[in-house]
Every structure is written in structure tokens, then in C-alpha cells.
């Protein structure tokens, strides 16, 4: 059995170079997976939404600095936070990455005084339903639909104390 990597968790702007990587690998998926160039999407909220007071992007970094995972949050409104842009580097899924990004963004949100976290994923990233689902979001979509004929699968999850780790 190997462990676990050491990570450090820190809050970055979004003009951080380590943070390049992250969007440029989420727009290459999404564009995959959905036949259209989507860095436009990616990029089409002003940065200054990811900031504090409102707002936040966080990395996972292994020991030597490498951002192997990430997210962010921003104000949706003043009880909510939406969660944004979460992203584990491919060469690192499957070990858990992508929860903890979520709950150190639910961490930090609650921290800021949000008491709802509220988030959209695509109906062709069935790894992110299942980790939202997993990770005690409700959603709000009818889970027996086609998710093509749905579009945008919003979900939510009410922000109590920040879970022990």
C-alpha cells in the first residue's frame, strides 16, 4: 500500500502562474467532452470574482510546489456561494483529490459566512456527479432524466460545521 502524498493547501489569485495549468487542462476536457472550444467559458468570469471578501481559489500542491488540484468559489448571493472550476491534474485523479478540494472550498466558504453551496456540472462528467453526490450535495434535477436533455446539473449543499478530516 503506498500513502498518500503530503499536500498543502493555499489560497491563490487567479493571475498565479501555478494556476495556468489547471484552466488550460479544465478547457482541453470540457472541450473534449462537449465538441467546442470552451476556454472562453472558463475564462468568461472577471477574476476578481474568485477574490476575497466574496470569493476564493484554492490549489492543492504536493511537496516540491507542483498544483496538482484545485477549485474555486464566488458569490452567487449573500447566503450562497457557487463553486467553480474544479479540477484534479489527470496524472493525479482517483486518489481523493477532487473531495478534498470540495471540502476545503465548503471550508472556506463557511468560513466567510456562506451558509449554501451551489454548483453546476455538465451532463458528460459523470465522475463529477457521482463525487457530488457523493460528497452530500443534493441535487436539483431529476436524477432519472437523460442528463443530455437536462443541460447544466445544478446541485446544493447546505454549509454547516466544516467536516473533521
Do not use: C
Given at each position: 500500500m503506498t500513502s498518500a502524498p503530503e499536500l498543502t493547501v493555499i489560497q491563490v489569485a487567479v493571475s498565479d502562474?501555478?494556476?495556468?495549468?489547471?484552466?488550460?487542462?479544465?478547457?482541453?476536457e470540457y472541450s473534449?467532452?462537449?465538441?467546442?472550444?470552451?476556454?472562453?467559458?472558463?475564462?468568461?468570469?472577471p477574476d476578481e470574482e474568485f477574490t476575497p471578501p466574496h470569493g476564493g481559489l484554492l490549489l492543492l500542491l504536493l511537496e516540491r510546489g507542483e498544483a496538482v488540484a484545485g477549485g474555486a468559489f464566488r458569490r452567487y448571493d449573500?447566503?450562497?456561494?457557487?463553486?467553480?472550476?474544479?479540477?484534479?491534474?489527470?496524472?493525479?485523479?482517483?486518489?481523493?483529490?477532487?473531495?478534498?478540494?470540495?471540502?476545503?472550498?465548503?471550508?472556506?466558504?463557511?468560513?466567510?459566512?456562506?451558509?449554501?453551496?451551489?454548483?453546476?456540472?455538465g451532463p458528460r462528467q459523470?465522475?463529477?456527479?457521482?463525487?457530488?453526490?457523493?460528497?452530500?450535495?443534493?441535487?436539483?434535477?431529476?436524477?432519472?432524466?437523460?442528463p443530455?436533455?437536462?443541460g447544466p446539473l445544478p446541485f446544493e449543499k447546505h454549509l454547516g460545521e466544516a467536516p473533521q478530516q
Open positions: 502562474p501555478r494556476v495556468e495549468p489547471l484552466l488550460r487542462e479544465l478547457g482541453d473534449r467532452r462537449y465538441g467546442r472550444d470552451a476556454h472562453a467559458e472558463i475564462a468568461r468570469y449573500a447566503a450562497t456561494a457557487e463553486l467553480k472550476r474544479i479540477w484534479t491534474h489527470s496524472a493525479h485523479r482517483r486518489r481523493g483529490l477532487a473531495r478534498r478540494v470540495v471540502a476545503e472550498l465548503e471550508r472556506e466558504a463557511a468560513g466567510r459566512g456562506y451558509r449554501r453551496a451551489y454548483l453546476t456540472t459523470p465522475e463529477a456527479r457521482g463525487l457530488y453526490l457523493a460528497a452530500g450535495y443534493t441535487p436539483l434535477f431529476d436524477t432519472e432524466a437523460d443530455e436533455s437536462i
